[in-house]
């Protein structure tokens, strides 16, 4: 069984900065990494994903070139760091991992096997 559990969550004013990061416990070896969100009444959409060994990474359009995602080699926290904050990118952010080999985007949320509780963001404007 694998559990994540994100952090890192809170408050910032627009334009600022935040991190929020995963931890994994459990077998996650080869496993896929991506964060999404879910604002209210909204479906979860993907932000950013991450391979096991870190060396290639995929963005949503809306959060390319200001939110980066990072691990150190295959270890865990998984962190999104996110810059130029604005108030749609208020949700829950949520990390997940799939299993190796999965078929289908990563950007979809259905092919990914575990999930984390979230965590809130908020961007005051």
């Known amino acids: 069984q694998v559990q994540l559990v994100e952090s890192g969550g809170g408050l910032v004013q627009a334009g600022g900065s935040l991190s929020v990061s995963c931890v994994a416990s459990?077998?996650?070896?080869?496993?896929?990494l991506a964060w999404f969100r879910q604002a209210p009444g909204k479906d979860r959409e993907f932000v950013a994903g991450i391979t096991w060994s870190g060396t290639a990474t995929s963005y949503a359009d809306s959060v390319k070139g200001r939110f980066t995602i990072s691990r150190d080699n295959h270890k865990y926290p998984v962190n999104l760091t996110m810059n130029s904050l604005e108030p749609e990118d208020t949700a829950v952010y949520f990390c997940?991992?799939?299993?190796?080999?999965?078929?289908?985007?990563?950007?979809?949320?259905?092919?990914?096997?575990?999930w984390g509780q979230g965590t809130q963001v908020t961007v005051a404007s």
């Open positions: 459990g077998r996650t070896f080869g496993m896929y």
């Open positions: 997940a991992v799939r299993v190796p080999f999965r078929s289908g985007l990563v950007s979809a949320p259905l092919t990914y096997d575990y």
